[in-house]
């Protein structure tokens, strides 16, 4: 039978007993497991019957109760709360008393069990241990993997940390291992594209891949694949000569995906035609649109034609280079607009385009050199302005 304090507990005295749990900071441990076996007999858990001096012993036993009060129907969600909280106290308790193990335990419990309907419970008590002050930086790091985790999987998405500069700022104080800032900035993206933040998820996933370095570096390549498709799916991104800098997307040399953002970088409409007529299966196995992929390259091609043409470029040399007819022309010109890949008008009378500016594809010397002659020019119509301005007074 249970006990505490040498008295005995009988199924009558479970049965009669009001088997709510709150939540007592100046409760004794003893009274603490006593309130918490008796609620989990009632809900059919395989505890002890005895209460001991001993928290090791009681804590052990109550974790194995855990999963019968998470996966059981019975309790209401309030009830459900308190018996956590409960646990909750006596794991800080455990703490305290330099015994270690209960929180990943509680972890591993939480993950493997549970109901939608007490996910949120669960993402609580998980915060409230990633707060406490006594938790080791392992411990808050497999708190925090476990909320993302039950987050992603309830769809409790606005309940975990997502947000990726204080993400990283909790990582640093944590001194978070690579591996595992890897495994987190994983889970993060995941939320975010299940979100529909296709933005948010191309910082994290840039982020994710500055994680690696070369000690690591050949296990790189599934997020480095992941990072690429994501990028070229997303329909707000354009430019990728970023992507270059970072050492995972460059350990794909070789492979037909690094060919093609080579492609979508620096090159024009029709070497992606030839890519794909090549690779059609492959752009389809990783799950990559043809006509939104053509889409994405007429705006690029349109934009490196109109940047190499100057102050102004002509409508069917562009209407060419894009292998369109004239009359398609002018939606291209509107939506690389719009896109902010170019500044200009449209003057239709004269079918050409005026250009105030345009965003470059790629940044080398070649680009260096343009700027540089932009800025050389405006300096010598400055010169020429001050000039005038000085002869008129």
């Not at 993302?148 to 944590?174: C, F, G, H, P």
Request: aromatic share 6%; charged share 30%.
């Amino acid at each position: 039978m249970p006990t505490v304090d040498g008295e005995i507990i009988t199924q009558k005295d479970i049965e009669a007993t009001d088997v709510s749990v709150s939540y007592f900071t100046s409760v004794s441990e003893s009274d603490q497991c006593l309130h918490l076996k008796i609620y989990l007999l009632s809900l059919g858990a395989n505890v002890k019957e005895e209460v001991s001096d001993d928290l090791t012993t009681d804590l052990d036993d109550i974790m194995g109760g855990i999963g019968t009060l998470l996966e059981n129907s019975q309790p209401d969600a309030e009830e459900v709360r308190s018996a956590l909280y409960s646990v909750c106290t006596l794991v800080i308790r455990s703490k305290q008393e330099n015994l270690s193990g209960y929180i990943s335990k509680l972890c591993s419990i939480f993950e493997q069990n549970g109901k939608s309907d007490n996910a949120g419970i669960r993402l609580e008590i998980l915060n409230t241990l990633t707060l406490y002050e006594l938790a080791t930086n392992a411990e808050r790091r497999e708190l925090y993997v476990t909320s993302l985790k039950l987050a992603k999987e309830n769809k409790l998405y606005d309940r975990v940390m997502t947000n990726i500069q204080e993400v990283s700022k909790r990582l640093d104080a944590w001194n978070i291992k690579q591996d595992e800032r890897i495994t987190i900035y994983r889970l993060v993206r995941d939320i975010f594209v299940e979100t529909q933040r296709n933005d948010e998820a191309a910082t994290v996933m840039l982020e994710l891949l500055r994680s690696y370095d070369d000690s690591n570096l050949a296990a790189s390549n599934d997020d480095a694949k992941t990072c690429v498709v994501d990028a070229l799916k997303n329909p707000e991104i354009y430019l990728f000569d970023h992507l270059l800098a970072l050492k995972p997307i460059n350990n794909l040399r070789g492979d037909l995906l690094y060919d093609l953002l080579k492609i979508f970088i620096s090159e024009d409409l029709n070497s992606y035609i030839a890519f794909y007529e090549k690779n059609k299966e492959v752009l389809q196995s990783i799950g990559l649109s043809h006509e939104e992929n053509l889409r994405k390259m007429r705006l690029l091609t349109l934009t490196t034609h109109i940047e190499k043409a100057g102050d102004v470029a002509h409508f069917n040399d562009l209407a060419t280079a894009l292998s369109l007819e004239e009359d398609d022309l002018e939606q291209y010109i509107i939506d690389a607009i719009t896109c902010k890949l170019i500044s200009a008008k449209i003057d239709e009378k004269e079918r050409k385009v005026i250009v105030n500016w345009v965003k470059s594809r790629t940044f080398g010397k070649a680009e260096m050199k343009q700027v540089g002659d932009r800025l050389l020019k405006w300096k010598n119509n400055l010169q020429l302005i001050r000039k005038n301005l000085s002869a008129i007074s």
